[in-house]
């Protein structure tokens, strides 16, 4: 029975999956609206002017490499790293899948379209082979990639008739294919590292190559004659390896990226850079990939921030933060105007909810996983990772607080807060603060998966070990000591205890897919667990009136309980395809925000019948 209509109405994506030393395609669409890369087994689709407008794409069944648009616009291939290629369409909501194919045994790198829509050469680390060349429509074979000796990282169609092929190798060569169907033409061995990138230019006259070399040189779109070195002074083009090239639509002007931590712009015809970005001076500011499309000139940091750029300005005019690794937890902050996440790499970003725009907390955070995170006083929010530590951070100054931290002796499991009191969970010991001060700490014989404290005088613990039960703790009124109320038996291990905001009513999940609702008095008001989860649940939040429960689990569903009528529900299903949910908050009364291990935070529309 349903208790509401549940409709997705935003995405807020995760930033692209990065790996120091490895080149991070990005696709463009041609009709210059969106671009695409990829994170984990997912494909974002991203609005080019409002990047906070998004579309995820998660039928592949394990990492996603390279995702590129068909010319015409109308599909997009994405290949990953077990060697298979699906192709699907941009028109449906859908993205209904015209056709899949394995053209090689192993990762493919970088793909390419001919320009007439009908081929796609593929390039990686096949057993049998390093690429291949196909048809689109019916996957039959257009050529081979031959003639280089060690795995290809890049390749690119030429745009113009007659057709071209070229792709870059770890063998430190080139290579230049003639068709269709396409065969070895020669190779080019300037590069005298792994070349990562080759691109044609728009216009089919020229292709230009890059490597780990820092070098860039320039050819001649249709027999491949090296034409040039962009070599400033007799200097390579950049002091680092690059990994990335992109042209500008006119083929007059190149821009490339560079583990040296900047971007530059060349001029073709003098062969020099007119233009260096600046992108920072931490191993983070790494450059991995970059994209030209119409206007828009973007990069991408080894931090995986997207980062726009613009030849009027020396840094990056506007940065598009995020996560990039799973979230771990997330918080409505209490004036509501916020929403704050952290992720298992500790990076905590502070979410506007209005419009999407997010910023990364800055100061000294934790180096790794938040395991906890609960709004104080006025702005502030404290958390726990398992650095051992608690720390403090301004929502308002999006930055942690210099001085308020604590040291922790054991790993913590979670942290709650309520008025003045601040408790924390570690894996065998309950820690009490009081107005910042350490009150109290008191060893359990089990292991806290959760924690939630009602008034300032109850403290409530669920077990993560065998016990599988909620123990209610009275706080005395200096915090200086726990003293056990009772004990609840549950069926699972809890993940998860949340009081209901008017506190009649207390809710918790566990491993065994149930979501559980007491009363004041920690009785079962309906005499029975909520068990529609088909996995274990992660998460319970209560709506700001009191009246309904969400929850998110293993199983990647979402579920709505009602507190006045328990037989009814909403699920909906695959609310994070393949990801499990891994945080879940109300930001009102009709608007639910859940967050997953797939990076995204997804805002839904609650509609109560």
């Known amino acids: 029975m349903s208790v509401a209509s549940v409709t997705n109405s935003s995405i807020w994506a995760t930033l692209p999956r990065t790996e120091r030393g490895r080149p991070l395609v990005l696709g463009a669409d041609p009709k210059g609206k969106n671009f695409l890369y990829c994170h ?9 002017a409002h990047p906070e407008i998004s579309d995820v794409y998660t039928q592949h069944s394990c990492q996603v490499n390279v995702a590129k648009y068909a010319p015409s616009g109308f599909y997009i291939a994405s290949a990953d790293k077990s060697g298979k290629v699906r192709i699907w369409d941009t028109v449906n909501a859908e993205h209904i899948l015209k056709s899949e194919y394995q053209p090689i045994s192993g990762p493919i790198y970088d ?40 795995p290809v990282n890049s390749c690119d169609f030429r745009p113009a008739r007659p057709f071209r092929i070229i792709t870059g190798s770890e063998d430190n060569s080139v290579a230049h294919y003639e068709g269709p169907p396409f065969k070895f033409k020669g190779v080019k061995s300037d590069h005298n590292r792994y070349c990562q990138s080759v691109r044609y230019s728009p216009d089919g006259a020229f292709w230009a190559s890059a490597g780990f070399d820092g070098k860039i040189f320039l050819y001649e779109g249709k027999e491949s004659e090296l034409l040039s070195e962009f070599a400033p002074e007799g200097k390579n083009a950049h002091a680092g390896g690059i990994y990335a090239l992109a042209w500008n639509p006119n083929s007059r002007s190149l821009l490339s990226a560079s583990g040296d931590k900047t971007c530059k712009l060349w001029d073709v015809e003098t062969k020099r850079a007119v233009h260096t970005f600046v992108m920072g001076d931490d191993v983070e500011d790494q450059q991995l990939g970059c994209l030209w499309s119409g206007e828009y000139l973007i990069s991408i940091s080894l931090s995986g921030y997207i980062n726009y750029l613009d030849p009027r300005s020396p840094h990056p005019v506007r940065i598009i933060k995020g996560h990039n690794k799973p979230i771990t937890k997330m918080v409505k902050d209490k004036a509501g105007k916020n929403l704050v996440s952290a992720g ?12 999407g725009t997010c910023s990364t907390v800055t100061g000294e955070g934790h180096s790794a996983q938040v395991n906890g995170l609960a709004c104080v006083q006025g702005s502030k929010l404290a958390t726990v990772g398992i650095d051992d530590s608690l720390r403090l951070l301004d929502g308002d100054l999006k930055a942690y607080l210099k001085g308020d931290s604590a040291k922790l002796g054991k790993q913590p499991r979670a942290v709650a807060h309520q008025g003045s009191l601040t408790a924390v969970a570690t894996v065998d010991t309950i820690v009490l603060f009081k107005d910042g001060t350490l009150k109290h700490e008191m060893e359990v014989d089990f292991e806290p998966g959760a924690i939630a404290i009602k008034n300032e005088h109850e403290l409530v613990v669920g077990e993560a070990s065998a016990g599988f039960n909620l123990k209610v703790y009275e706080v005395s009124p200096d915090a200086d000591s726990l003293s056990l109320k009772k004990t609840v038996k ?3 291990s809890v993940t998860d205890v949340v009081f209901s905001p008017d506190g009649h009513y207390v809710v918790s999940s566990d491993g065994n897919r149930k979501v559980t609702l007491f009363n004041s008095d920690y009785e079962k008001p309906h005499q029975r667990e909520w068990g529609f989860h088909t996995a274990k649940v992660n998460c319970v939040a209560w709506s700001p009136d009191s009246k309904y429960v969400a929850s998110g689990g293993l199983d990647c569903a979402i579920i709505i309980w009602s507190v006045s009528s328990p037989e009814k529900h909403t699920i909906t299903t695959s609310a994070h395809a393949q990801s499990q949910i891994t945080a879940i908050t109300w930001i009102d009364n009709k608007t639910v925000a859940s967050a997953g291990q797939d990076g995204n935070i997804k805002l839904w529309a609650v509609d109560i019948k």
């Open 490 to 492: 549950l069926s699972g």
């Open 344 to 355: 298992s790499d500790g990076r905590v970003i502070s979410w506007n909810i209005a419009d």
């Open 111 to 150: 793909l390419a379209w001919s320009p007439d829509n009908q081929r796609i050469v593929v390039v990686g680390e096949g057993r049998e082979k390093f690429g291949h060349v196909f048809l689109a429509d019916t996957g039959t074979s257009n050529g081979d990639v031959s003639g280089q000796t060690r």
């Open 40 to 48: 984990a087994n997912s494909v974002i689709a991203r609005d080019l």
